[in-house]
């Protein structure tokens, strides 16, 4: 079983793929309701009307490397054994919103995963793209800005190898690895 951070990872690479310049990853615990929110929006190219309703059919795709995608299938399926539900939402030239409603404490919800490592991966490998993390668990709230580290590193780049380990122990300090 993937973690939600593997699934996060995959659904990055969509809004990637989408051209995204601002990636907004939330995860937040509704606790009185039992419920975990997970949100991927970004500003990419969007989908177009006709084309949402098939991309939770794992054979839509608009990759030209295979012939299936299973990224928002899985992801839905994941929502759904936990006894929760995804909300595809999207406006072509402007952006697209996913957020998937997970069960806190259901047996088969997954694991957090290695969320700190994935924020990472993510804008080691793409520091022209901004990304927000938010997490509210527990009772404990954290954002991660990539837009404030930036003007504070000024002409640093984001990747850079020590900015890199400096931002890996801030995130290890604050990010929570179970639900
Ligand atoms: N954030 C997004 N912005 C724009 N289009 C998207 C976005 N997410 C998904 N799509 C569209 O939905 C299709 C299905 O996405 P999905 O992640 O399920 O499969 P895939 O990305 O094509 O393949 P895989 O995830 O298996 O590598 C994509 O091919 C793309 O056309
Ligand atoms: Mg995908």
Redesign the pocket.
């Known amino acids: 079983m993937k973690d939600l951070a593997l699934h996060i990872l ?2 990055v ?3 990637l ?2 051209g ?1 310049q601002l990636i907004e990853i939330h995860l937040v615990e509704e606790a009185g309701k039992d419920l975990l929110h997970v949100t ?1 929006e ?1 500003d ?4 177009p009307a006709g ?1 949402l309703e098939k ?1 939770m059919d ?1 054979f ?4 030209t490397s295979r012939r ?6 899985l992801f839905e399926a994941a929502a759904r054994r936990s006894g929760g539900s995804l909300a595809v939402t ?1 406006t072509p030239g402007r ?2 919103r ?1 957020e998937a409603t997970f069960q806190l404490r259901h047996w088969d919800r997954p694991p957090l995963g290695d969320m700190a490592e994935t924020i990472l991966t993510l804008l080691a490998a793409n520091p022209e793209v901004d990304f927000v993390y938010r997490q509210k668990l527990s009772g404990k709230e954290f954002t991660f800005d990539t837009r404030q580290i930036k003007a504070v590193l000024d002409e640093v780049p984001i990747n850079h190898p020590e900015v890199i380990g400096y931002l890996r122990r801030e995130l290890r300090n604050n990010v929570n690895e179970d639900g």
């Open positions: 995959d659904l690479q969509n809004s793929r989408a995204a991927v970004d990419g190219k969007g989908i084309t991309v794992p839509y795709t608009t990759r299936v995608g299973l990224g928002l299938p999207s952006g697209t996913l």
